[in-house]
């Protein structure tokens, strides 16, 4: 069972406003044309990853692809052309979107919690499709979905979740197996080699790898209105606010601690006290009991987060990113066990 609802139009406006927003870069020209899944050139071989990893992970490394460099847009990063019906890449901003329609896009599907900004890319005459999944897998409703949108909405396609690693690509290699007629091992490539999905992603590898496809036939039956909006609900919905502004510190972070130039309003201790707000809050609210790993894990999660408020207000950058780091160590802890499994 999904644990989404359809919100109205009216409040997606209202939520895009309060959203935090994906970062700008400084704008820059757009990269030259990347070759396609299908013309890219057989000389330029990937070197093969010294990364261990899952059956289906390993697996991803048994055809070599060429080289292909992401592409950098403002707003829009981790890009990449994998057929002339499908691009993957990372959350769009406002700019982002704006690349988007020069791109030539029509169809934007977000696999991410955040509820997307579907009325500016309505406004430039594209569509959005929003369809948010875990990283532990796709489960055999959302592959049917997902086939469907790629089937039945108009191409080109982007696809894409929060840094367009994880999640956007396994959505996008659906599409690479539904629309374009990808092998699953070449659609678990490209998840690998090109938009770098992480080993600790095996669920998601196999998925693509083993899982069935619906066929055309079996998708049009399939009952799914396209939402452009979806309003995420327990722990999906807390998952999505802590991991933006746990972003926004390491943004902080890797800027000497200093507000991001490109969210100047946001500074590094108010961040810190509002990642340690949502840490404490009941995220697992409408779910099943927490069971006592869980509840000592976010006991630990909690520390952490408290202890980064106290040394923000010191100036030894030093401790801050210590503290941080305790932060994002308890984060990982957790994913391990609960997300991405």
């Given at each position: 069972?999904?644990?989404?609802?359809?919100?109205t139009?009216?409040?997606?406006?209202?939520?895009?406003?309060?959203?935090?927003?994906?970062?700008?870069?400084?704008?820059?020209?757009?990269?030259?044309?990347?070759?396609?899944?299908?013309?890219?050139?057989?000389?330029?071989?990937?070197?093969?990853?010294?990364?261990?990893?899952g059956?289906?992970?390993?697996?991803?490394?048994?055809?070599?692809?060429?080289?292909?460099?992401?592409?950098?847009?403002?707003?829009?990063?981790?890009?990449?052309?994998?057929?002339?019906?499908?691009?993957?890449?990372?959350?769009?901003?406002?700019?982002?979107?704006?690349a988007?329609?020069?791109?030539?896009?029509?169809?934007?599907?977000?696999?991410?919690?955040?509820?997307?900004?579907?009325?500016?890319?309505?406004?430039?005459?594209?569509?959005?499709?929003?369809?948010?999944?875990?990283?532990?897998?796709?489960?055999?409703?959302?592959?049917?979905?997902?086939?469907?949108?790629?089937?039945?909405?108009?191409?080109?396609?982007?696809?894409?979740c929060?840094?367009?690693?994880?999640?956007?690509?396994?959505?996008?290699?659906?599409?690479?197996?539904?629309?374009?007629?990808?092998?699953?091992?070449?659609?678990?490539?490209?998840?690998?080699?090109?938009s770098?999905?992480?080993?600790?992603?095996?669920?998601?590898?196999?998925?693509?790898?083993t899982?069935?496809?619906?066929?055309?036939?079996?998708?049009?039956?399939?009952?799914?209105?396209?939402?452009?909006?979806?309003?995420?609900?327990?722990?999906?919905?807390w998952?999505?606010?802590?991991?933006?502004?746990?972003?926004?510190?390491?943004?902080?972070?890797?800027?000497a601690?200093?507000?991001?130039?490109?969210?100047?309003?946001?500074?590094?201790?108010?961040?810190?006290?509002?990642?340690?707000?949502?840490?404490?809050?009941?995220?697992?609210?409408?779910?099943?009991?927490?069971?006592?790993?869980?509840?000592?894990?976010?006991?630990?999660?909690?520390?952490a987060?408290?202890?980064?408020?106290?040394?923000?207000?010191?100036?030894?950058?030093?401790?801050?990113?210590?503290?941080?780091?305790?932060?994002?160590?308890?984060?990982?802890?957790?994913?391990?066990?609960?997300?991405?499994?």
């Amino acid at each position: 069972m999904r644990t989404f609802k359809t919100i109205t139009s009216g409040t997606l406006a209202m939520l895009v406003l309060v959203a935090f927003g994906g970062c700008c870069s400084e704008c820059k020209a757009p990269p030259e044309a990347k070759p396609t899944a299908q013309e890219s050139p057989k000389s330029a071989a990937a070197p093969a990853a010294q990364v261990t990893g899952g059956p289906a992970f390993t697996a991803a490394a048994k055809e070599t692809l060429p080289v292909q460099k992401a592409g950098d847009y403002e707003g829009l990063h981790n890009v990449f052309q994998l057929s002339s019906n499908i691009t993957v890449g990372s959350e769009p901003s406002t700019e982002g979107l704006h690349a988007m329609q020069k791109l030539g896009i029509k169809t934007i599907i977000s696999v991410d919690g955040k509820v997307p900004d579907a009325a500016t890319a309505r406004s430039l005459g594209m569509r959005y499709v929003h369809i948010p999944i875990q990283y532990k897998t796709l489960t055999d409703e959302e592959i049917a979905v997902l086939a469907k949108t790629f089937r039945e909405c108009e191409a080109p396609f982007f696809v894409h979740c929060f840094h367009g690693k994880h999640r956007g690509p396994a959505a996008s290699a659906i599409g690479r197996r539904a629309l374009d007629g990808a092998s699953p091992e070449r659609a678990i490539a490209e998840m690998r080699q090109w938009s770098g999905t992480a080993a600790d992603y095996e669920g998601l590898y196999a998925a693509v790898l083993t899982k069935v496809v619906p066929d055309a036939a079996a998708t049009r039956t399939v009952a799914f209105n396209f939402p452009e909006a979806e309003m995420p609900e327990g722990v999906p919905a807390w998952m999505s606010r802590m991991e933006r502004m746990n972003d926004a510190l390491k943004r902080m972070a890797a800027n000497a601690w200093k507000p991001d130039p490109h969210h100047p309003d946001l500074v590094p201790l108010e961040a810190a006290k509002n990642l340690a707000s949502l840490t404490a809050s009941d995220w697992c609210q409408g779910e099943k009991a927490m069971t006592a790993e869980m509840a000592a894990l976010q006991k630990d999660a909690v520390r952490a987060s408290e202890a980064l408020v106290a040394v923000l207000s010191t100036g030894d950058n030093a401790a801050k990113s210590a503290a941080h780091k305790n932060v994002l160590q308890s984060c990982t802890a957790c994913h391990k066990l609960y997300r991405n499994k």
